[in-house]
């Protein structure tokens, strides 16, 4: 056993003395969110290794699957300084510092914050709270992207009112409004985006909520079909591995949301397919990142130029498809944080071509176009029939999508029954009147209703 003390076990020089199969056998503690944490988790679980997902919610799909020991930490999910102690006094059970992943931009930053803590007990990655902050929130990654001669899209970011309302002069219109991080609690926009039409409606979203914590860009002609990403694992070693790309066909909401239909590898022609990864490389090089990463680019139609828009700082919500496809990122960083070379993984595997598919989002983007004209119901189911890797359906680990389907289905139901006609409540009868009940067929035949409580007669005309 090592000297926690003396080892830095973030430093992949370091050596633990330990043969490859005792390495093996270190945990990793999974701070789990949404499908992405379920992914992260069935990809270091179906690699052999020790699993432990922390849950912040009682309805994650996580919460269904066979794979790892499930801690619930809910009551922890609003305060950091607490779930920092718990994270440190769960890693004391290992005999060997764990591997702890986040899966969300709240949970990387609060690493990273904590790093100095964290790292006495449990392997991260090695980024600093200030490098990934500024990194996170847009303003470092578009000045390293220009420095580096990668195209960016026009934007300007937690600037005054009246820095934005000068910057649209020179910019115009549609404008997409964003949150430097999703869930970002001081910015004003908590959905993923807002799309603007016109300078007059930006001045009015401005003058109503104000810009702090505000990205306002420039909207460029993508959508659907246009958008790609560049994923891989960018090392202690500052070497980059396990590199692939992504097509995002379909998103939820559609043309500027999450995948909800993509495709890996991205399909572009060679020279285009060679251009996203120069970019991501020459970014990559000029960052000071360690980790895994998700690089999102727009594809502009007419111009043939690809723009960065985002960087994911942490695993994605496509990491289950690249696994999928046979490059399981999250493996590859547990074994780099335990201070492997990973001398035996190219800058870019080979991957096998698959369509994947989280069905509930899609559902709704399907109803949205096809309202919209843009997607035939044949075509899209053309289009799930071609699907070969699922967001919670796996042979394997059958609960998520068992719970997935139950969800729909409750959804649907919910759907149907808002839209039946509500029948008319039935009058009562004030105490002490007496209503003839309903007329029989051979009643109405004769032309008599009979008061079966006053056993009269009366001609039905009277």
């Not at 609060?110 to 006495?120: I, P």
């Not at 035949?445 to 005309?461: D, K, L, P, Q």
Request: charge should be positive.
């Amino acid at each position: 056993m090592f000297d926690l003390a003396a080892a830095d076990p973030n430093d992949s020089h370091h050596s633990f003395q330990q043969s490859y199969r005792q390495r093996r056998t270190a945990a990793a503690i999974v701070l789990c969110l949404t499908g992405t944490g379920m992914a992260t988790v069935r990809a270091l679980a179906q690699a052999g290794v020790d699993v432990h997902a922390f849950v912040f919610r009682p309805h994650e799909p996580i919460q269904h699957s066979r794979y790892a020991r499930k801690v619930n930490v809910g009551h922890l999910a609003d305060d950091d300084d607490e779930l920092i102690r718990y994270l440190l006094a769960y890693a004391k059970q290992f005999a060997t510092p764990p591997v702890v992943v986040p899966t969300s931009d709240k949970h990387a930053l609060l690493l990273a914050k904590h790093r100095a803590r964290l790292r006495e007990r449990c392997r991260i990655w090695r980024n600093t709270h200030e490098d990934l902050s500024r990194l996170i929130n847009k303003d470092a990654l578009y000045d390293a992207a220009q420095r580096a001669g990668v195209p960016v899209i026009p934007s300007i970011f937690d600037a005054n009112p009246v820095e934005i309302a000068a910057w649209s002069t020179l910019n115009s219109p549609p404008y997409l409004l964003k949150p430097p991080f999703e869930g970002a609690p001081s910015s004003p926009v908590h959905a993923k985006n807002i799309q603007l039409h016109t300078r007059e409606a930006l001045l009015e979203f401005l003058q109503q909520h104000g810009s702090q914590g505000l990205i306002v860009q420039r909207l460029m002609h993508g959508g659907d079909g246009h958008i790609y990403d560049c994923y891989g694992l960018s090392t202690a070693g500052r070497r980059l591995v396990g590199m692939a790309s992504h097509r995002r066909l379909r998103q939820h909401s559609p043309d500027f949301g999450a995948t909800c239909f993509g495709e890996i590898p991205s399909g572009l022609p060679p020279a285009q397919d060679r251009r996203l990864f120069e970019y991501t490389k020459r970014l990559l090089a000029a960052l000071p990142y360690h980790g895994i990463f998700g690089v999102e680019w727009l594809h502009e139609r007419g111009s043939d130029r690809f723009y960065l828009i985002d960087f994911n700082a942490r695993p994605f919500a496509s990491i289950g498809h690249l696994h999928d496809c046979g490059v399981n990122l999250p493996w590859l960083s547990y074994r780099d944080l335990l201070g492997d070379e990973l001398d035996d993984v190219d800058a870019r595997p080979q991957v096998k071509r698959k369509l994947w598919i989280d069905f509930g989002r899609d559902v709704e983007t399907f109803r949205a176009k096809r309202s919209r004209g843009e997607l035939t119901t044949w075509q899209w189911l053309c289009s799930l029939a071609r699907c070969r890797s699922f967001a919670y359906f796996d042979s394997r680990d059958l609960g998520p999508g068992i719970a997935s389907m139950h969800n729909m289905l409750q959804h649907a139901i919910r759907f149907a029954k808002a839209r039946l006609p509500r029948r008319k409540p039935v009058a009562r009868a004030p105490q002490g009147v007496q209503i003839a009940n309903r007329p029989r067929c051979s009643d109405l035949r004769s032309g008599w209703i009979v008061n079966s409580n006053a056993r009269s007669a009366s001609a039905a005309g009277a």
